[in-house]
């Protein structure tokens, strides 16, 4: 067991982390934030009403959306794999993971990208959150961490975050509910 730990940790991630060019190449979804009512299950039609009128003030319409990848979101405890990703690349709709001054980086999709001082600025918002978080409206390019491009397995981070749960406040707790 000590052999393994020391292997993953040692030469696994780090050997990952290179491959991929971030120092985060898998990811585990801890917040319900990118839910779509039972990912695979889902009914798209169903959720995209729900949440259109959000979208639209980025002018996202329902055509645009589908070309996105992980159009059927994320359940808690999925894991992730990340890429890193030069920032002229990020593109609308594109998921990113980034640095948002909180414990853990976030997990959100790219709904907004903008030009200043000659630096790229990307907002982002929750597929299942009801509007941006603060944190998430002026994202500058060093707080990126990288690009999501694969769920590698779905509900297994449920292993770790388990034991974490409880720390949760009690309304974050367990498996999603859509907004």
């Not at 894991?79 to 594109?94: A, M, T, Y």
């Amino acid at each position: 067991m000590v052999i393994l730990f020391v292997f993953i940790k040692f030469i696994f991630f780090p050997v990952l982390s290179l491959v991929t060019g971030t120092s985060l190449p898998l990811a585990i979804v801890e917040s319900c934030s990118m839910y779509h009512k039972g990912d695979i299950f889902s009914d798209y039609g169903d959720w995209w009403n729900n949440h259109e009128g959000k979208y639209s003030q980025f002018n996202i319409d329902e055509v645009d959306f589908k070309d996105f990848r992980f159009t059927n979101g994320f359940n808690k405890g999925d894991i992730l794999f990340i890429v890193g990703v030069n920032p002229r690349k990020i593109k609308i709709g594109d998921v990113i993971i980034f640095q948002g001054n909180q414990q853990n980086p976030i997990i959100h999709r790219v709904v907004d990208i903008r030009m200043e001082d000659g630096s790229y600025v990307f907002s982002t918002m929750g597929d299942n959150n009801n509007a941006q978080l603060n944190v998430e409206k002026n994202i500058r390019e060093e707080q990126i961490v990288g690009r999501a491009t694969l769920k590698v397995v779905p509900y297994l981070g449920w292993v770790k975050l388990i034991f974490f749960e409880y720390l949760r406040p009690q309304h974050e707790r367990g498996f999603c509910n859509e907004n």
